[in-house]
């Protein structure tokens, strides 16, 4: 089926399309070629009628959230993006206990505990990502994960809106091993804590991140995931030499050896031929594989 075909039955289902989206517009690194198309849905309501539609036809998709672990290529994506971004908003159902929907900012959630007087999400503070997109990569930082926080979700896929509870086995490091489907909303559990408590503890970690972490130029964050056992990636690829390492506009940062730096103007390919030389150096000094905590999306 015509990608053209399916832009004009999404607008005539009343939903917002765009071809030829630029795709760096959308991700924390700042690079990726031209969408096919990409829409935004705006109501749950939507998003499943968007399901429906394209798990009929062979169209290639990607549900993009927050953009902050995603390297799309220079060629673009020759298909459907879903952006998730317009699906959001939260409220708390009894004290403590907040349902949010995939799309909301971490910053907001965050920003909702501190103003009602709950805790135990602020160690994710600075970090440019969705609820959802927390969700699937169990994102991290500081000993805690997202995972922890997380009571229910649901999760649209051909079976429908399912509901999980969620239990610790559904969450691995930076991976969430649930059903298969897009994570639609989430209830999480914060802990009663007072306003200048929380506001310590978001200035704390910030602090943190500023002392360790590379924080002016565009990124994805950590660029890989730490072994399983060992040394901590970044200090891997630090003893493996790749600290200022660069290829193009790219550069692995000086400040920490795990961030892969937009200098202005850099590549999808640029940031991908570091990450494949990072790998086979790491490998060859300390026979350890590293795992790239980014999707890589369109190449090839």
């Not at 501190?114 to 135990?120: A, M, N, S, T, Y």
């Not at 509870?165 to 989430?186: D, I, N």
């Not at 559990?189 to 200048?196: E, I, N």
Request: hydrophobic share 45%; net charge positive.
């Amino acid at each position: 089926m015509k990608l053209r075909g399916a832009a004009e039955d999404l607008r005539r289902k009343g939903l917002r399309v765009r071809e030829g989206e630029p795709l760096w517009r959308y991700t924390t690194v700042r690079t990726g070629g031209p969408a096919a198309l990409m829409v935004f849905p705006q109501r749950v309501s939507e998003l499943e009628v968007l399901w429906e539609y394209l798990s009929r036809r062979a169209v290639p998709c990607f549900w993009l959230s927050g953009g902050s672990k995603v390297l799309f290529a220079d060629e673009g994506f020759a298909g459907v993006v879903v952006n998730l971004r317009g699906l959001k908003g939260l409220r708390e159902l009894s004290p403590g206990r907040i349902e949010v929907l995939c799309g909301t900012p971490i910053a907001a959630l965050i920003a909702y505990g501190l103003k009602r007087g709950f805790g135990g999400v602020e160690f994710l503070a600075g970090i440019p990502a969705t609820v959802g997109g927390a969700i699937f990569m169990n994102a991290g930082a500081f000993g805690k994960s997202m995972g922890e926080l997380v009571e229910e979700l649901w999760v649209l896929n051909d079976e429908g809106l399912k509901r999980v509870s969620g239990e610790p086995r559904l969450f691995a490091y930076r991976r969430f091993r649930g059903p298969k489907g897009v994570l639609l909303k989430a209830i999480v559990r914060l802990k009663p804590a007072s306003p200048a408590k929380v506001r310590e503890r978001i200035f704390g970690f910030l602090a943190a991140r500023r002392g360790k972490q590379p924080l002016g130029r565009p990124s994805f964050g950590c660029a890989f995931k730490n072994p399983a056992e060992g040394p901590a990636a970044g200090f891997l690829l630090e003893k493996a030499g790749l600290k200022g390492r660069s290829r193009g506009q790219a550069l692995i940062s000086p400040k920490h050896a795990n961030f892969i730096l937009n200098l202005g103007g850099a590549r999808s390919g640029d940031i991908l031929a570091l990450m494949e030389e990072a790998r086979e150096r790491v490998f060859g000094r300390f026979g350890i594989s590293l795992e790239p905590e980014v999707q890589i999306v369109g190449r090839g």
